[in-house]
């Protein structure tokens, strides 16, 4: 007897159904709703239409002839508004009553409109239908388009219209790019791609509101202040299932309509495919598994045996040059190793995550051409631990049997290339070599091999070895960790001369072996970007030693230390009234005097720390940074206010020293001292900068020490005024922090780089000398705040455990 | 024993930033929960094998932690120390549901055996 079923919604995964049936001749009537005046169309490929690479005609997968061939009843632009599961019925919009022996719903999924206010505005859009496409297709030359939504289809939508010579914008709220498909590397690689198509991109940015002009949607307000002007903002945030027909009729839903391996909804006789459904805790929104769905729907609906398995998946970017493939799962689990392949020059990047000997996930940036080989072995399970070795060289490089690589560069003809930057080969380096050439250093001035990214530098290191023998020593300078060959000073000059603003970047751009670095570089690499580009980067406090991210001092019980800047030294009954009070009221266990001449409050919790932060803040004190790479104290002594042998206002230059360099980050501490005469009460002779008064002016010196080792300072200059003294301070702690090793005191960088330079920049050219001072002041006027006024007021959460279980069990 | 009841729910994975970590309170003590950059979620006790330093407080790259007080590098998969330093810490079942992150129930009594 031949079956009544009805479809409700002629979308991608019901159309794909509608054909496994037909193919099969399966003895049903088939009658098809569509609230939508047109039948089914490939919803992936609106993209291409929107690039202008397809047209409509072109995506059309469905046409009126077909469902005319196959029998099929179509009512589009018709609407379902009920069904009645126990007379086995639908209605229709117009009140027409049909009967069924199955039903199938496809009723897809709606976008998600995030609630900001102004979202109803004219000039509002979301990223769905071709309704959609035709607004973006809309926009002329020149216009303004906003996307919320940094994803796969925001990225689409985005380059679209860029590519009509739309001015784009894309505001994403995470960190970066495609979280969800890609890590942060292969994340940074896509937006540089992005933008060099002149697409604007602002990620870790929350959207506030829309501003509206005649109703209609005239900028976006970020919650920063920003406003993005804009002639259409597209919404990409997501999709919700379309569930509310299936749930009026009791069907069980959740996120999407329930449904088990056969895609039968908690009513055997309806079926539901596509965005809509909700199996196994999951929802939909890629093509694959929807098309999966169809083919069980089909054969269940044939009476088949048939089973949907959720497969893993793979996402490509459908933007003409980003190059991009991600598959498979690099979240929650335990034993997964990485295995990660970077080629800067070529902007390639390969990443794989391997449990068990099998590959679970991969992500590729550049090129992608292996995906499809790696997704494979993801999907089969394939056992890979015989080929670990060349695995990530994809599949024509396997069979063969590990070279040592010396033997491999010896092998090289004289041709064969081995700086890409600067186009040197192998036999013009040995020419080097043989006319004297022998080390590394001189090797790269007469051929500037290795000279510009660097990358090379352990190739022209075996063409030197292979060539010269035993005659060549290897170098041994330090590389900065085990996740870099580089050394700290290659890394710093390469973040300068390549102009690396991120840490994704540097990772990179520069071949870091691991995928996010560790407790070495990532400090050192944030001061790095901090220091040398101040308005570009954001400082990162998940990089940060635990004293500089809690902005105290962690003692070896796990509690903390608290040390308010006391300005030269100098401070007031109401402060000491202050200290004394918060150290009576969080019960702290000692309280010292500090060689830095002010007040230590030893032993304070971690969840109380805001909280004394912001009494302290009360009594207008501040943050001392006692904990940080950066300025602690400028001692003084009274000079000339009370002292009798004083030549100047030791005090006074003291705290306007303290003022000005307060906050500032530095590659490791430093603390300076005024002396009022050469009596040298403030012991300036044995600090970082020490200034000595003395009748004629200020005697300045630097280099010292007074820890590990002990150093006296060695003369720098002597001025006439307190702002020449301050300038040249300025101007020294500048070039320390653009030039000096993360973590070399200016002791151990000014004898690596010669105290004369230093004076060549500081003290003799004048113009070299403003130059740094307005460095410094630009990154002081991003930096110079006081983080525990604004942690008490906005991070206070981050300083108590997430939970606490010790009430409950107490019960 | 690994019914749904036997997780509990400690919190939005919000919570915690990537590559950072928060502490759970237990009456035996405290537990780190650490967040990667992978937006993995591991469950440790929050004292290093070495001088029981807080874990919580370390620098976290990759599956590990540095802990802040003498830089042993703690594995966040097993609670094995790395390299040359040896000792452990134990771990407790952690993984994230619809944006909130589960412990496994067992690390508020497991911990008495300690």
Sequence with gaps: MTQKLIVIGAG???????????????????????????????????SPVLAGDQTYDDIITHDDAWYADHGITCRFGERIDSIDRAAKTVTAANGDTLFYDKLLIGTGSNPVMIPLPGHDLDGVIAYRDLEDTHRMMGLTKSQKAVVIGGGL?????????????????????????????????????????????????????NSK???????????????????????????????????GLAKDAGLAVGRGIHVDDQMCTSDPDILAVGECVEHGGQIFGLV?????????????????????????????????????????????????????????????YKRLVVEDDRIIGAVMYGDTADGNWFYGMIRDKTDISEMRETLIFGPAYQGGSPVDPMAAVAALPPEAEICGCNGVCKGDIVAAIQNGATDLGAVRSVTKASGSCGTCTGLVEQVLSTTLGDDFVMPTAQPMCGCTDLTHEDVRRLIKSRELKTMPAVWQELGWKTSCGCHVCRPALNFYLLADWPLDYRDDPQSRFVNERKHANIQKDGTFSVVPRMWGGITTPDELRAIADAADKYDVPTVKVTGGQRIDLLGVRSEDLPAIWADLGKAGLVSGHAYSKGLRTVKTCVGTD??????????????????????????????????????????????????????????????????????????????????????????????????AKYLDRPYKWIAKVGLDWVKERVVYDLDERAALVARFELSQSIYQKDPWAEHAETRVDSYKPIANFTLEAAE | MTGPADWIDIGPLDAIPPRGARVVKSPMGCVAVFRTGEDEIYALDNACPHKAGPLAEGIVHGK???????????????GEAQGSDSGSVSTYPARVAQGRILIEAGFLQMRAAE
């Design chain 1, 209 to 243: 509101e829309i501003l509206g002009e005649n109703g209609h949607a005239r900028a976006l307000k970020l919650d920063d202040g920003t406003e993005l002007p804009c002639d259409l903002l597209v919404m990409a945030v997501g999709i919700r299932p379309n569930v």
């Design chain 2, 64 to 78: 590990a932690v540095t802990c802040p007080l003498h830089n042993w590098v703690i594995s966040l998969e097993t």
């Design chain 1, 153 to 205: 289809l925001g990225l689409e939508a985005a380059a679209g219209m860029a590519a009509r010579g739309v001015d784009v914008t894309v505001v994403h709220l995470m960190g970066h790019l495609m979280e969800r498909q890609l890590d942060e590397a292969a994340g940074y690689l896509l937006r540089k791609a992005l933008v060099d198509k002149g697409i604007t991109i602002r990620c870790s940015a």
């Design chain 1, 288 to 348: 694959a598994p929807l098309y999966d769905q169809a083919k069980v729907a089909a054969q269940t609906l044939m009476g088949e045996p048939a089973t949907f398995v959720q497969k893993e998946l793979s996402t490509k970017l459908k933007v003409t040059g980003c190059d991009l493939f991600s598959a498979g799962d690099f979240a929650d689990g335990d034993g997964r190793e990485d295995i990660v392949f970077r080629d800067p020059a070529r902007g390639v």
């Design chain 1, 642 to 739: 009370h002292c009798r042998f004083g030549t100047q206002d030791s005090t006074g230059l003291g705290i306007k020293l303290e003022r000005a360099l307060w906050g500032s980050w530095t590659p490791h501490k430093v603390k300076l001292a005024v002396s009022g005469c050469p009596r040298n009460c403030a012991e300036a002779t044995c600090k970082d900068l020490g200034v000595v008064c003395v009748d004629s002016g200020y005697q300045i010196g630097v280099g010292g020490a007074a820890g590990m080792d002990v150093k006296e300072t060695e003369p720098l200059v002597q001025v006439a005024s307190e702002d020449e003294a301050i300038a040249v301070t300025k101007a020294f702690v500048q070039l320390y922090r653009e030039n």
């Design chain 1, 12 to 46: 991608m995964a019901s159309g794909r159904a509608l054909e496994h049936l037909v193919d099969a001749d399966a003895d049903v009537e088939i009658t098809l709703f569509n609230a939508e005046p047109r039948g089914n169309y490939n919803r992936i490929m609106l």
